[in-house]
């Protein structure tokens, strides 16, 4: 079995710089059950990884009887305003997912989350580009760095066999993919443009940086030396715009949990996705007709401006009624125990937690085989672009989802971003 170092993705990651309750509203910090009995509640963007996440969490609760971890998920686009709203009710889960940079700093402003320095003694041996997402400027930890997750393209096998198609490594031949596959009669890709986070996370992100600049690009960006009208930003979204005539029909209407059922039942040829949708395919029909590659870039021997993007934090409420007991269970989530469990059960996630481990899926070994010959970067405006309002990111999402419904040009939507940031380059 193949081993990795995981914490060597993250040296390279340095280098370039690594669920149903649906809507419900996330219970109090819970209370005990019966005698020394006590429930801690988790909370989650990821409503489709209840019963992995059940698994996982059981491994715990064997070890650890008197701890029961209820996973309560929210749904992904309504989770962030209920977290803010749950802890500053005092209701508030115990244990709880936190978006990296300036949304789970956030989070940390309100006072609601536990300090974890000098608490949890393995944080100090994470990858610094990890633990700086879940850190304040002076270095006060807020959150385990958990979750790494890349964007690429996943692609039907069979159908690209049918056309006599390999998986291209340029943007012409990408293109060439996509025109042959139209000619075909077949729908390219599956995606649609309703949830338009989808637009920006990954389509953008994922596929852009490979136009605007990667990583260089973002830190040129943060450190006001560049605006987004750069010519590479508008040119990344001019590449994004020739992928709209192979949308499939009414694009607009169609949402995430939609993209996911086109592709997933085999009525699409490709989908432009994140490394965590691995196991939503595996549950719809199986694996073994879907394939992946990574960000095709502009020519032959460019090197990959991979986003490999720091996505999830674990924090712990400030205000539990359990906090031995919840500091127990962060510590075990700090644990290589619990970063093979997760790697296992959600297959592309990778964790951030160093150790030796071994990666059983066949999808999240090509994905994470991109990572070597790489320049690793994260989403774009992701950091400091997006502590105030109006932030980057709903001003990206915005203007992408604007482009593609034909009210923008792809110049028009950079310069709407540019615009709505003007509070950061004062």
Known sequence: MKKLVLAVLLCALTAGLVFGAGSQEINAAASSDSGDKVKLVFTSWRTEDIDLMNRINAEFTKANPNIEIEFQPVKNTEYDAQLKQSLAAGVGADIMFLRSYDGGYQIYETGSLTELNGKISTLKDFPSAASA????????????????????????????????????????????????????????????????????????SGLGANFYGGEEARQALMNKEIRFTDPGFVKAMEKMK???????????????????????TGNAAMFIGGSWEIGIFEEMGGLDDVGYFAPPVEKAGDTLQYCFHVDAGVGMNKNTKHPEEAMMYMKWLASPEYAQLMMDELPGFFSYTPGSYSLNNSLAKEMESYVAGSVPTVRTLWEKLSAEAPSGYDLICQAIQQMYADKMTPAEACAYVDNGLSWYYK
């Open 133 to 204: 997402a879940w850190s304040t400027a002076d270095g006060t930890s807020y959150a385990i760095p958990a979750v790494g997750v890349v964007h690429g393209v996943y692609y039907r096998k069979s159908i690209f066999a049918k056309y006599g198609l390999t998986p291209p490594e340029t943007w012409a031949e990408f293109m060439t993919v996509c025109k042959t596959l139209k000619d075909g009669g077949e729908t390219v890709f599956a995606q649609g443009t309703k949830d338009n986070w989808m637009l920006y996370e990954v389509v953008y």
């Open 242 to 264: 020739e992928l709209q005539p192979y949308f499939p029909t009414r694009y607009e209407g169609i949402d995430y949990v939609t993209m996911q059922q086109i592709f997933g």
